[in-house]
């Protein structure tokens, strides 16, 4: 028995691609300028704080500064919708 003879039909045929525009390997940072929520300042390059701390990656320094902003209004956008997914609004 070969090792896949438990699958009755071919899962996928071909190769998927993958894409990812705010993923890549150029360093530590992937490119980019990032908020530091601890530091409160932009970043960029190596000079990054941990991780844990960044919010990003972001295409400009102006767009990073208004990154607490940019998430706000994100999280207020996903919560309406997910109020309108369950019903809780008409």
């Given at each position: 028995?070969?090792?896949w003879?438990f699958?009755?039909?071919s899962v996928?045929?071909?190769?998927?691609?993958?894409?990812s525009d705010g993923m890549n390997?150029?360093?530590?940072g992937?490119g980019?300028?990032?908020?530091?929520?601890?530091?409160?300042?932009?970043e960029?390059?190596?000079?990054?704080?941990p991780?844990q701390?960044?919010?990003?990656?972001?295409?400009?320094?102006?767009?990073?500064t208004?990154?607490?902003e940019?998430v706000?209004?994100?999280n207020?956008e996903?919560d309406?919708?997910d109020?309108?997914?369950?019903?809780e609004?008409s």
């Amino acid at each position: 028995m070969e090792i896949w003879d438990f699958l009755p039909e071919s899962v996928a045929d071909g190769r998927f691609e993958v894409h990812s525009d705010g993923m890549n390997d150029s360093g530590p940072g992937g490119g980019g300028y990032f908020w530091c929520l601890r530091d409160s300042r932009v970043e960029t390059g190596d000079d990054l704080c941990p991780a844990q701390y960044r919010l990003g990656p972001y295409a400009t320094a102006d767009e990073a500064t208004r990154a607490l902003e940019i998430v706000e209004k994100r999280n207020a956008e996903w919560d309406a919708e997910d109020a309108r997914w369950t019903g809780e609004v008409s």
